[in-house]
């Protein structure tokens, strides 16, 4: 065996000992021996054994731990036990959640039977009002009396009622409503017990939500439920059930193992520039598309055909904003010719089923798409949609993006699409789809007439299947579950790995960002910048991969759009809104098909937008001390008449260049240069960036009289904006930065200065500051607002109110991810916590984040956490990273100046204290 198959082996022999599977433990057992010698074998059974203690130990606690709790509420209790539970590992979460079902199923069955009050028709409503309709009564030969059918009707109506909006609630509550009428005495009982059901379900409605947020409540909680009684009960039981049986499949996800056939072999697409003819012939744009790509499921890669099936659904993970734009749904769809059509599958549900032999059923008809001769596969994610959209609509715009990229066959015959959906409303029948069929037909004739008189949609509402029936459901909902969650499901993120569809099927970018793009193509129109942006978003495979290299070489030859391009890579640079992984793309995009000749106004631009990356991405700026500066130079002075506003921008970001070099004079020298010529020249914004860079600059040479002066001069000239976002923004950094030069030269106002930044309000109570500590906590949103509150919090006592606020939300601080300064967020907490493994795991955890950020500065963070972590007393690779950090920093041009290098140099001796080693090494903001 290789690690890896010897590391699984391990795996399933610990998950046979502990679900005590005789024959797999003899069998794993076997196989490892042959492996492991003596001492590594009884090295590892021990290490079984204490494994297999501590799950049965953790186990009796969730044993008596179910059996304790109340009747209504069961689960939030066993989170804290799948937690200690995921950390062992080995099935371990699947045998305590096996354990929590048993006590509770046994529970269950102890209190059943015994005799429980049956709540009176008026207790029912809380508030009451009086009724006379009544809650479900059960009799032992299941029928029920005329007098109480009514009252049964309105239970089941409000029972329906209570659950969120999904695909079958208006229709449901329809039709209960007309079954309540009908069994009504007269319109005006009817009338009277809609009122009050209307009314219970103000009540009842919000205590419903609140329950699904917790397995288990406090007694006043319990005797809300309890007064309001039925239906609310049996919705709570079930809905609980129901979270039960998807926290099961979660765990069964998490350990299954994806096994799809020949998935090596599934090829990649291809880009190369010169498999794509020119456009501009129409007729020929199919021979075009099949081009593009050599992926089996690329739709532009499949065989032309006359008649064509689409089995289409939607996947998402929250009620309410499943296809509205930025939420989490996607839409999700397979085609086939029906000459050679997909075979029907079981009944699977990606999201519930948890067998590793309905697993593995999935496993197999992903398999079965990717290996099917002629099938095709499109997912576009909600988040992609430019406007917010609702269910119709993206369904609308996914046939149309699907239709443009389809092979059509060559000559005038028509094209038959048969589209099956699942029923969601209003949506029920095949009937309901005609007013869609036309909004489709429609946008294909305005935008795509020639292929518009060809096709011939039709539409079929493709009913869930019955247990055991077969159907093709399962495959949209195999693509969309895979694409939609592979971020944070495991066997989602195996079979996304395997499929390739990531830029090739499942397209992150607008609908209809991707029709323009086609009608340019196809048109030989000139690109509008708003465009260019989703042209270069992916990562260079598939159809948009092979747009962006045709539309390269067309800029390539044309200095005027490849100019338009940059403009807008400017004004993105200039936004107050970076997105890192776009403007990689985008600068990388712009070099490789950089124009031989360009204006000196274009050049300035170009040699600003390449800077400022570097800056981000914490990078020594190649313009900074280079050949390229005295160009640099001589462009500023020779446009700054010209454009005094893009010579103030390019200045900023030189001056941050050379701060990442720890250069500081030679980076105020050239702020202060521009400081003194006439503020109009650069405009209101442009004079208080650089006024707050000057500050941020004294700061760096501990000058804080000075830097706190320069942060107020230029708080004083945003207020002055009229533009309220970009006001916001620059308002927002610069008291940022005042808060920051505020804690090392003026403590005493810090905390001021800190409110100010946090809340707006430098003298906001102290308890608003609290409440905003223990809200950052959780949040994965407000990163640096999150990094300066933590600068703050550790150099306070440990009986600070603010401190013990954030300290107090230690269950719920949110996990890191990576990105400056996380980094630094996980450094800090590690200094909140006692010695011991989990302050442990913050060091290696703000150690590796700022190791895989990469660049120089994130580099020197780098070494003063390892630094740190020796001061702390920890072992192992510690040492060799501070080596393997200081060996690549050791280029930085100032970082030897003040002695911050021989501070690192020195710490495995002289081992200074985490937070005086930070404060020694990294100035100001750095930390």
């Not at 010698?37 to 799950?55: R, T």
């Not at 007439?449 to 399962?474: D, I, T, Y």
């Not at 196809?522 to 962006?548: K, N, Q």
């Not at 403009?567 to 997105?579: E, K, P, Q, R």
Request: negative net charge.
């Amino acid at each position: 065996m290789d690690k890896k198959e010897l590391k699984e082996a391990k795996k399933e022999y610990k998950r046979a000992r502990l679900f005590q599977e005789a024959e797999k433990v003899e069998d794993m057992a076997q196989k490892l021996r042959l492996e492991m010698d003596d001492a590594a074998w009884g090295e590892f059974e021990a290490s079984v054994g204490d494994f297999l203690q501590k799950v049965r130990a953790l186990a009796d606690e969730v044993d008596a731990k179910a059996r304790d709790l109340k009747d209504v509420m069961v689960e939030s209790a066993l989170q804290p036990y799948l937690e200690k539970a995921k950390e062992l590992g080995g099935g371990a979460q699947k045998f305590i959640q096996e354990t929590f079902a048993k006590a509770v199923a046994e529970r269950e069955a102890i209190r059943a039977e015994q005799p429980r009050p049956q709540p009176s028709p008026a207790e029912m409503i809380y508030p009451c009002l009086p009724c006379d309709w009544c809650p479900r009564f059960r009799f032992k030969d299941g029928k029920v009396p005329r007098d109480k059918v009514f009252g049964v009707e309105m239970n089941d109506y409000c029972f329906a009622a209570l659950w969120r909006d999904g695909e079958q609630r208006t229709e449901r509550l329809r039709k209960q409503a007309a079954a309540a009428r009908a069994s009504a005495r007269d319109s005006e009982q009817f009338d009277d017990a809609m009122e009050t059901a209307q009314y219970w379900l103000e009540f009842a409605i919000p205590v419903a939500r609140e329950a699904e947020k917790r397995l288990e409540d406090t007694p006043e909680q319990e005797e809300q439920i309890r007064k309001l009684g039925e239906p609310l009960v049996s919705y709570i039981r079930r809905s609980r059930k129901m979270y039960k049986a998807n926290d099961a499949s979660r765990a069964a996800r998490a350990d299954h193992v994806v096994s799809i056939k020949g998935m090596a072999n599934v090829p990649q697409a291809s880009v190369a520039v010169t498999a794509i003819p020119a456009p501009g012939d129409v007729a020929a744009d199919d021979r075009a598309m099949r081009a593009l790509s050599s992926h089996p499921n690329d739709i532009t890669a499949l065989a032309p055909g006359k008649s064509w099936t689409i089995y289409l659904d939607e996947s998402y993970r929250g009620a309410d904003e499943e296809f509205e734009t930025g939420g989490l749904g996607i839409m999700a769809g397979v085609i086939c010719r029906d000459d050679n059509p997909l075979p029907p599958l079981p009944d699977l549900h990606c999201s519930q089923d948890f067998t590793e032999e309905r697993l593995m059923a999935q496993d197999k008809a992903l398999e079965e798409i990717l290996h099917h001769p002629n099938c095709g596969v499109l997912a576009i994610p909600s988040s992609a949609y430019d406007v917010s959209m609702g269910w119709d609509d993206a369904l609308a715009s996914w046939i149309d993006v699907m239709v443009r990229l389809l092979p059509f066959p060559e000559g005038d015959d028509m094209v038959s699409l048969l589209i099956c959906v699942e029923p969601h409303d209003p949506y029920r029948t095949t009937a309901d789809f005609r007013a869609l069929k036309l909004v489709c037909e429609k946008s294909l004739k305005d935008s795509f007439p020639e292929r518009a008189q060809r096709v011939k949609l039709s539409f079929e509402a493709m009913p869930k299947p019955k247990p055991g029936e077969l159907s093709c459901n399962a495959y949209p909902d195999i693509i969309g579950f895979t694409c939609l969650r592979h971020r944070g499901d495991n066997t989602a993120r195996q079979r996304y790995i395997a499929s390739g569809w990531s830029g090739v099927c499942h397209l992150n970018i607008s609908p209809d960002r991707i029709s323009r793009l086609l009608r340019c193509f196809y048109r030989c129109e000139p690109l509008d910048a708003a465009t260019w942006p989703a042209l270069v978003s992916g990562d260079g495979v598939g159809i948009i991969g092979a747009l962006s290299a045709r539309f390269g070489e067309r800029a390539k030859t044309c200095a005027e759009e490849w100019t338009r391009y940059l403009d807008f890579l400017h004004v993105h640079l200039v936004s107050g809104f970076i997105d890192m992984k776009a403007l990689r793309r985008q600068v990388e995009w712009l070099r490789r098909f950089k124009p031989a000749e360009i204006s000196k106004r274009s050049q300035l631009t170009w040699l600003t937008a390449q800077i400022a990356l570097a800056n981000h991405e914490g990078k020594i700026a190649a313009a900074a001390g280079s050949q390229l500066r005295a160009e640099f130079d001589a462009l500023c002075e020779e446009l700054y008449d010209e454009d005094a506003r893009l010579v103030c921008d390019a200045t900023l970001n030189l001056a941050v260049a050379y701060t990442n070099c720890y250069e500081f004079e030679m980076a105020l020298a050239l702020i202060q240069s521009l400081l003194g010529k006439d503020r109009a020249t650069v405009g209101l914004s442009g004079y208080g960036k650089l006024l707050s860079t000057a500050g941020q600059h004294f700061a760096f040479l501990g000058m804080t009289d000075e830097s706190i002066a320069k942060f107020n001069e230029a708080l004083a000239c945003f207020a002055r904006l009229t533009d309220e976002r970009e006001r916001a923004i620059n308002l927002g950094i610069t008291r940022a930065y005042l808060a920051t030069a505020t804690m090392d030269g003026r403590p005493q106002e810090a905390r001021r200065a800190l409110a100010l930044y946090l809340i707006g309000d430098g003298n906001a109570p102290e308890d608003a500051l609290a409440r905003e500590a223990a809200r950052l906590t959780g949040e994965r949103k407000g990163k640096f607002q999150h990094h300066i509150l933590l600068r703050y919090i550790v150099s306070l006592s440990a009986e600070d109110p603010l401190r013990k606020a954030y300290c107090e939300q230690k269950g719920k601080w949110c996990r890191p991810s990576v990105g400056h300064p996380w980094e630094l967020i996980e450094f800090y907490r590690a200094q909140l916590l006692p010695p011991g493994e989990e302050r442990a795991r913050r060091f290696d955890a703000a150690y590796r984040l700022a190791e895989v950020e990469g660049g120089e500065t994130l580099m020197v963070i780098a070494a003063v956490v390892a630094g740190a972590a020796l001061a702390d007393g920890l072992a192992g690779e510690w040492p060799q990273r501070l080596a393997r950090m200081l060996e690549g920093m050791k280029d930085i041009p100032g970082i030897k100046e003040n002695g911050r290098y021989q501070a690192l140099l020195d710490q495995p001796t002289a081992k200074l204290p985490p937070l005086e080693l930070a404060a020694r090494v990294l100035p100001f903001n750095f930390r």
